[in-house]
């Protein structure tokens, strides 16, 4: 019993130094658990059964909306789903708990820790034509959630945050992954302060920085992720708004999808209940705790019981 306590003593303590030595490539964690590593997203995907394009709806509308109804879906289902539910955003570090998860590759594909610096999920899906009509490049894989309301409220407010495993490398290229949320025909999820849309472009290192949270290891000047989920970068939380008509049928597209290649996923996280005619209440951001520290905690925790064993033994 000794000799085995000692050997995964050793081998906790070994991985808590390696997390937090410079340089350690992606081959090298690509071996280890993810969930062994740090808590992240759990993810429920849309599969036409148990959960679907409705409970997404029903997910983000708050109270004040009268009713609702489906116009389109477009999105891949089942186990390389593209849309679905989401809890645990505390733990992986954006700041909202729960809500729906809409990407343009595998929602699955940003549960953390950071061990790619770059994660694709090809969906073989058509790009959006409202979408084309906000950046210069041609979208692919474009998964949308579009449906009608009635608001009992003059005045719609969203509440999202927006990653990328485009970030940081991609930057300032065409490769510039962009979502949008058309209310009544125009779009409303526009950079704080301007008309631009929210892409890879608009929000990052450089531009607008007090909007983004930079989580990339491989390009972007930090020893390790400090949060626990594979996005290389994210937004802070966001609210958008736009009038609405009380009391009658008004529409919402949300739609995100890849510009000018269908590598490298993006995703928009809509906040419980983020869909409503009170502005949202932002949860306050966790304080990240790196990799490194999760292995440290569990070797201390397996050296505290291996003393308590040692001292029951001797008395």
Known sequence: MKKLLTLVLSLFVLVAFAQQREGEGPKRLM????????????????????????????????????????LNFQATTGTDASAGVFTGGMDAGIGLESGIVLSSGFI?????????????????????????????????????????????FDQLFIQFVFGSDEYNEYVGTEYNDVFGFFL????????????????????????????????????????????????????????????????????IKLAIADAADRILDSWVFIGAEGFTGVVPDPDPEPTP????????????????????????RIF
Do not use: H
């Not at 953390?112 to 894989?141: A, E, F, M, R, W």
């Not at 390790?224 to 008004?250: H, K, Q, R, S, W």
């Not at 990799?291 to 029951?312: C, E, K, N, S, Y």
């Open 108 to 152: 699955d594909n940003a549960i953390g820790p950071n061990i790619s610096g770059g994660i694709s999920g090809v969906l073989n899906l058509p790009g959006d034509p409202d979408l084309n009509n906000l950046i210069p490049q041609s979208t692919y894989d474009a998964t949308i959630l579009e449906f009608e309301f009635i608001p009992t």
């Open 289 to 312: 705790v790196p990799l490194g520290q999760w292995a440290l905690i569990l070797g201390m925790g397996l050296i505290l019981l291996f003393t308590f064993l040692r001292l029951r």
């Open 184 to 251: 009544n025909g125009e779009n409303i999820a526009l950079t704080p302060g301007t008309e631009d849309p929210i892409t890879i472009n608009t929000i990052n290192l450089n531009d607008n920085s007090s909007l983004y949270v930079n989580n990339d290891p491989f390009d972007g000047g930090l020893d390790e992720a400090p949060y626990c989920t594979e996005m290389d970068g994210f937004t802070t939380i966001l609210v958008v708004e736009g009038e609405v008509i009380p009391g009658e049928t008004n529409t």
């Open 31 to 70: 071996e280890i658990d993810k969930e062994a590593l740090c808590p992240s997203f759990v993810m429920y995907p849309v599969d036409g059964s148990s959960l679907t394009a409705n409970d997404l709806i029903e997910n983000i509308l708050g109270e004040d909306i009268q009713s609702y109804s489906l």
